[in-house]
């Protein structure tokens, strides 16, 4: 049975590449699940991928998906096999430093999706804002800014189908989430079906790889 990581992994560059037409390369999905499953350390991990995503031209905002994701595998697979006194240490401390500018949102909201798997709970993203983000530190300050455009329009996006995601997204076009706001805005809307938000993405995106590869991962996460 495949990792989590490793399906979200090979559904978010089948997304991406599908959205501009085109067959993920032979041997690409293999080469990533060679980086995740490995014993290296983190940072040669990292530097595993992202020689990866050069050779193959993937566009950097993928790659910083695949960074997301390759953290998150990080976090629920090699913390077991390292201990939980590894993140007390002074190795994690040279991680954490050395990854401070890396990632998207997609990491937070995988924390959240594997929160709500060990809590046995639904997600949602009311729940999303006022039950998990609260609890960090700064929400009050970066991500508050980060989340504006969601939190001024929570009405709409409760009442609203699909097209209202579009507009949302549309008219909060230079929201600190950029090109995250749209595909996480369909991501929680449960009702509608994946087959139809993909279209949305390719009809309406302002970047139809990354936001489907963003929502492609969300998707595949098993809760």
């Known amino acids: 049975m495949?990792?989590?990581?490793?399906?979200?992994?090979?559904?978010?560059?089948?997304?991406?590449?599908?959205?501009?037409?085109?067959?993920?390369?032979a041997g690409l999905n293999e080469q990533v699940e060679t980086v995740m499953t490995s014993d290296d350390t983190f940072i040669q991990k990292v530097k595993g991928l992202d020689s990866i995503?050069?050779?193959?031209?993937?566009?950097?905002?993928?790659?910083?998906?695949?960074?997301?994701?390759?953290?998150?595998?990080?976090?629920s697979e090699d913390s077991q096999r390292l201990g939980e006194t590894f993140f007390e240490g002074e190795e994690w401390e040279q991680?954490?430093?050395?990854?401070?500018?890396r990632g998207s949102?997609?990491?937070?909201?995988?924390?959240?999706?594997?929160?709500?798997?060990?809590?046995?709970?639904?997600?949602?993203?009311?729940?999303?804002?006022?039950?998990?983000?609260?609890?960090?530190?700064?929400?009050?300050?970066?991500?508050?800014?980060?989340?504006?455009?969601?939190l001024k329009n929570r009405d709409a996006i409760e009442e609203g189908d699909l097209q209202t995601m579009v507009e949302i997204s549309q008219n909060n076009s230079d929201s600190a989430l950029d090109d995250q706001l749209l595909p996480l805005l369909l991501f929680f809307k449960?009702?509608?079906?994946?087959?139809?938000?993909?279209?949305?993405?390719?009809?309406?995106?302002?970047?139809p790889g990354f936001?489907?590869?963003?929502?492609?991962?969300?998707?595949?996460?098993k809760i």
Do not use: R, W
């Open 190 to 207: 449960t009702e509608d079906s994946l087959d139809k938000k993909y279209e949305i993405i390719k009809s309406s995106g302002t970047n």
């Open 2 to 25: 495949a990792l989590p990581a490793i399906e979200m992994s090979e559904a978010l560059l089948n997304a991406f590449y599908k959205s501009t037409n085109n067959e993920a390369p």
């Open 105 to 150: 949102e997609l990491m937070n909201i995988l924390l959240y999706l594997q929160e709500c798997q060990d809590s046995e709970i639904n997600y949602s993203l009311d729940d999303y804002l006022d039950e998990y983000l609260v609890a960090e530190d700064d929400f009050d300050s970066e991500e508050h800014e980060v989340y504006e455009a969601i």
């Open 53 to 75: 995503t050069e050779s193959f031209k993937i566009p950097n905002d993928v790659g910083e998906l695949l960074f997301d994701v390759l953290l998150y595998n990080f976090f």
């Open 95 to 101: 991680i954490e430093a050395a990854i401070i500018d």
């Open 211 to 221: 936001q489907g590869a963003f929502l492609a991962a969300l998707s595949h996460f």
